[in-house]
């Protein structure tokens, strides 16, 4: 048999096993498990379809757990979409579908990749202190006063939580003070421009210049929202920032947070080109939510 006659064969039985092999949709991620609001990447990628099959993909407007960031659109056969999310848990990817043509006979096809798991995980440089639940204590039915006495006691103890809530709420919602006179920007600015003219190299630097900086973002937010972050730990200054930013802005602010408590409680020291971008990043973000701001007042 000649040459030519083998590869015409070998041809015609790969296009012959290309044609009869099932699409297979198939579902990665580059990171298992993540911290609140870190951004990570998914790749959706279709298996044994042909590089010119028409192909439709199907993603629902939101997942459960997790927002959308962004997406990779450049390979009509292959999807890299970044997403994030705020929920701590073990959660699921899934009810992500693609309509392709059959292999056999061209008819539209329904396909569902599968559930992909991801956990998602507090930042553990903050205040996360849980509190014991008691065991159940069973009460003799015989001796009513008793009952009568857990049942006051926790009446009681019902009203004084609502009571503490109610202060904790008016505490965390008071209007704060403006005791500068320049507005929001303007004081951040200055503080951006003091921490540029400042010396970085040792990690007593950083800690301080980090410091400063945390504490002049909560201040831009304290001034504009009128309520207080000065006491809130990063996690708990990401939940209540939230409504107020876009996801890109809000994860922004959310690294600058963890880099400056990895120098201050860790004992890290920032390579320049990282403290440098994080007093860039943090600057524009600010400048761009004042931005904003103004045109909604």
């Not at 790749?43 to 962004?70: C, M």
């Not at 392709?100 to 396909?111: A, E, G, Q, R, T």
Request: glycine share 4%.
């Amino acid at each position: 048999m000649s040459r030519r006659a083998v590869v015409i064969l070998v041809g015609c039985m790969l296009v012959g096993l290309f044609s009869f092999a099932q699409i297979t949709p198939v579902i990665t991620s580059d990171k298992e498990k993540v911290l609140i609001g870190e951004p990570f990447k998914i790749t959706l990628e279709l298996k044994a379809i042909d590089r010119n099959a028409g192909v439709q993909w199907k993603f629902p407007d939101s997942i459960p757990h997790f927002e959308y960031v962004s997406f990779d659109t450049s390979d009509i056969l292959k999807r890299e979409i970044t997403i994030t999310s705020f929920d701590s848990g073990l959660w699921s990817i899934d009810h992500i579908e693609v309509i392709v043509p059959s292999n056999v006979n061209d008819k539209p096809l329904l396909l569902k990749f599968p559930s992909k798991e991801i956990l998602i995980e507090y930042d553990t440089t903050g205040s996360q202190v849980l509190n014991d639940v008691k065991p159940i204590i069973e009460v003799d039915g015989g001796e009513k006063w008793i009952g009568y006495t857990v049942a006051a006691a926790a009446v009681l103890s019902l009203l004084l939580l609502i009571f503490l809530f109610r202060r904790w709420k008016k505490t965390k919602m008071a209007i704060v003070d403006e005791d500068s006179k320049y507005s929001p920007l303007e004081e951040f600015q200055r503080t951006v421009e003091k921490l540029k003219q400042q010396s970085w190299v040792e990690q007593l630097d950083q800690k301080q210049n980090f410091s400063e900086l945390s504490q002049a973002v909560k201040r831009y937010f304290e001034r504009c929202l009128r309520q207080s972050f000065t006491k809130l730990t990063t996690d708990e200054l990401m939940m209540d920032l939230k409504p107020h930013l876009l996801n890109e802005r809000l994860i922004t602010i959310a690294q600058t947070f963890r880099l400056a408590d990895a120098v201050k409680f860790a004992k890290f020291t920032a390579p320049k080109e990282e403290w440098m971008n994080a007093l860039q990043e943090t600057e524009t973000v600010i400048k761009k939510q004042d931005t904003e701001r103004k045109s909604n007042d």
